[in-house]
């Protein structure tokens, strides 16, 4: 089994609705990372949370870190064609020593 | 700065046949790393180097070797391509120093290399 669940495994949402994106693990994560790819390319840094409750934001995309430090959400506000892409999380595990575990991805697209 | 650049992009391989993936970064950075993604199993990491000059394995190395030629290239090594080995492979570095460093060093990754072994 995956040691970095995300879900949903696709999300097909309308130009302007908004959605989120999560990534659950049962380690405390340490340095969890968002990542973007485009179809094809490779992975593009969104952002990444260390402590407990942190939330950070970049343009309409907002991460946030649980208290507890096992689960993370990415929340993006009135979709645009220019998010559509395969969402990634990483992280650093409890006992992996500076190795990330990365999730399966989230395939977004967005329709007009 | 070019970052974390790899070659060649596409490559297609005969079950048997050996190639070498190149990774160089222009970052300076001290940690390298090579990944590789494959449909629902996501990024799983093969072999890291956390510094110049040392190499560790990650979490699927069989059949495959690595070198850290400098601290700017990190190269993967196929000796005998197997069908199995057809995936994407991304090479990322980051400025983590020695394999205890605390995670908070972002890894910036390249384009990616797609191999086909046929």
């Known amino acids: 089994s995956q040691e970095l669940e995300q879900s949903p495994q696709s999300l097909i949402v309308q130009e302007g609705k908004n959605l989120t994106i999560n990534c659950t693990s049962s380690?405390?994560?340490?340095?969890l990372y968002w990542y973007k790819q485009k179809y094809g390319e490779g992975l593009i840094f969104l952002m990444m949370?260390?402590?407990?409750?942190e939330e950070k934001s970049h343009e309409k995309i907002t991460a946030k870190l649980d208290e507890k430090k096992q689960q993370s959400s990415l929340h993006i506000t009135a979709s645009q064609p220019s998010h559509a892409g395969i969402y990634l999380c990483?992280?650093?595990?409890?006992?992996?020593?500076?190795?990330?575990?990365f999730g399966t991805g989230t395939r977004l697209q967005v329709t007009l | 700065n070019a970052g974390v650049t790899q070659t060649p992009k596409f490559q297609v391989l005969k079950t048997g046949q050996s190639m070498t993936l190149q990774c160089a970064q222009d970052?300076?950075?001290?940690?390298m790393y090579w990944y590789r993604q494959d449909p629902g199993m996501g990024l799983r990491l093969i072999y890291y180097?956390?510094?110049?000059?040392?190499?560790d394995k990650g979490e699927v190395p069989n059949g495959y070797n690595v070198s850290r030629l400098n601290k700017r290239e990190f190269s993967l090594r196929l000796e005998s391509a197997a069908p199995s080995q057809t995936s994407v492979y991304f090479c990322?570095?980051?400025?983590?120093?020695?394999?205890?460093?605390?995670?908070?060093?972002?890894?910036?990754f390249g384009p990616g290399t797609r191999l086909t072994v046929l």
């Open positions: 380690k405390t994560l340490y340095g």
């Open positions: 949370l260390q402590k407990g409750g």
């Open positions: 990322a570095s980051s400025e983590a120093l020695g394999p205890l460093a605390p995670s908070t060093d972002t890894q910036y």
């Open positions: 990483g992280a650093e595990l409890a006992g992996t020593a500076s190795k990330l575990t």
């Open positions: 180097s956390a510094s110049e000059g040392t190499t």
């Open positions: 970052m300076n950075h001290n940690s």
